[in-house]
């Protein structure tokens, strides 16, 4: 078995080149980067003892299969998905913690997709905020209906009330206070600013233009301009395929397309570097 700080090592440093490739290429993460990894992941997996090893291949499996799902539904990049697969391998179980809160022999990976949820639900409301004074490429964004209004508000009452539920039966520390409101008040955020987001999300891009993994903003289509689309061309939809950008090459059309995406792997970063200190947030907070 590896001593402790190699594939420590390993997945930080990845982690952080991986945030760097999102920030700084355009969303883009170099294929070779991504195969080398994964591959270097697996060999560092097959070090473990029998059992983790056996248990983390599987694990890794079932983050790929579920992955592949979300990633042809136009959800997750293949990159994005690649990661979380490579994290898991890297570092099958989580830890020891800084605060000393157990972990009851849970997967790192869980610990991973909570703090990146986390990361991501603070993260993208900033964001956005900071592109909404950029141009959105003609997009028109609706103001806020009083429903969304309502249902943010509603929302974030319900994470009041859940705080107040663990408060009185179980102990509710200050941090765990703090990660919940926070938490709170990203989330109603999140449901209020949705129209602005998806603007700020969003470029108008000509279909001969259009690259591979590219992801088709449906939602902002009207139903008019979306019904031509699936008329014309029966595998159109939230993800551009390679095959899908050959039949739309002749179109002279532009399309609301994700450029403008919040960097995922700078969020997965700050969800390894949170859950190898403090571990499972879910964990802390009950």
């Not at 982690?15 to 999102?22: K, P, T």
């Not at 992941?41 to 499996?61: G, H, M």
């Not at 994470?159 to 539920?165: C, G, H, R, S």
């Not at 690259?211 to 008019?224: G, H, L, R, V």
Request: hydrophobic residues 55%.
């Amino acid at each position: 078995m590896l001593p402790e700080f190699i594939p420590l090592s390993f997945l930080l440093a990845i982690s952080v080149i991986y945030a760097v490739f999102d920030v700084f290429n355009n969303r883009n993460i170099p294929n070779i980067f991504v195969y080398v990894c994964f591959a270097a992941a697996f060999i560092i997996t097959l070090t473990y003892p029998y059992q983790i090893a056996i248990n983390s291949i599987l694990i890794a499996f079932i983050i790929l299969s579920l992955g592949y799902l979300l990633y042809r539904s136009g959800i997750l990049g293949a990159g994005d998905v690649m990661e979380f697969a490579t994290i898991s391998l890297i570092l099958p179980l989580q830890g020891p913690v800084m605060l000393h809160v157990p972990q009851l022999g849970l997967p790192f990976i869980l610990s991973v997709f909570v703090g990146t949820g986390y990361a991501a639900s603070i993260g993208i409301p900033i964001y956005y905020v900071l592109l909404s004074g950029k141009k959105t490429a003609g997009l028109k964004v609706r103001a806020m209906q009083v429903h969304r209004k309502a249902i943010g508000v509603v929302l974030f009452a319900a994470y009041l009330a859940f705080a107040a539920i663990i408060y009185t039966y179980s102990s509710l520390t200050l941090l765990g206070a703090v990660l919940l409101l926070l938490i709170a008040v990203s989330s109603s955020s999140m449901i209020m600013m949705e129209d602005k987001i998806y603007a700020g999300m969003v470029s108008l891009v000509s279909t001969s233009k259009l690259q591979e993994e590219d992801m088709i903003a449906t939602n902002m289509m009207s139903s008019k301009e979306r019904a031509y689309f699936e008329k014309k061309y029966p595998k159109f939809g939230r993800l551009a395929t390679r095959s899908l950008i050959k039949s739309m090459r002749y179109e002279k059309r532009k399309i609301p397309v994700y450029k403008n995406a919040a960097p995922l792997s700078l969020f997965i970063l700050i969800g390894v570097i949170v859950s190898l200190l403090l571990g499972n947030l879910i964990l802390l907070v009950i």
